[in-house]
């Protein structure tokens, strides 16, 4: 069974960065598709980045252009560096795992069946 564990995240000012990483244990990392979720509190979680098994790219409009998702597949490991850091993305971060490929499926919460633990982002003004 696979096993997401977070390192990462902090406490950061306006305009900096931060990177997020998600090791995955198992054998099936390299045909998933991973994805990265924010949540705070009273809301639900919702969709920040994905990275498909072909290393194809999906970004939320709000983190397009300062978000970039990533994977390493021989080290089992997905990062999101964050830049331009702004107070709206302070949040509780999740990496999730889902066997979907398609952004319709990728950005949708109820597609993954694995999560990481969470990590605080906190960005101050």
């Known amino acids: 069974q696979v096993q997401l564990v977070q390192t990462g995240g902090g406490l950061v000012q306006a305009g900096e960065s931060l990177t997020l990483s998600c090791s995955a244990s198992?054998?099936?990392?390299?045909?998933?598709?991973q994805g990265w979720f924010r949540q705070t509190p009273g809301k639900e979680r919702e969709f920040v980045a994905g990275i498909d098994r072909s290393g194809g790219t999906y970004y939320a409009d709000s983190v397009k252009g300062r978000f970039t998702v990533s994977r390493d597949n021989t080290k089992k490991t997905v990062s999101l560096q964050m830049n331009s850091l702004k107070t709206d993305d302070t949040a509780v971060y999740y990496c999730?795992?889902?066997?979907?490929?398609?952004?319709?499926?990728?950005?949708?919460?109820?597609?993954?069946?694995?999560w990481g633990q969470g990590t605080q982002v906190t960005v101050s003004s």
């Open positions: 198992g054998r099936t990392f390299s045909d998933t598709t």
């Open positions: 999730g795992k889902t066997r979907f490929a398609t952004y319709a499926y990728l950005k949708s919460l109820n597609s993954y069946d694995t």
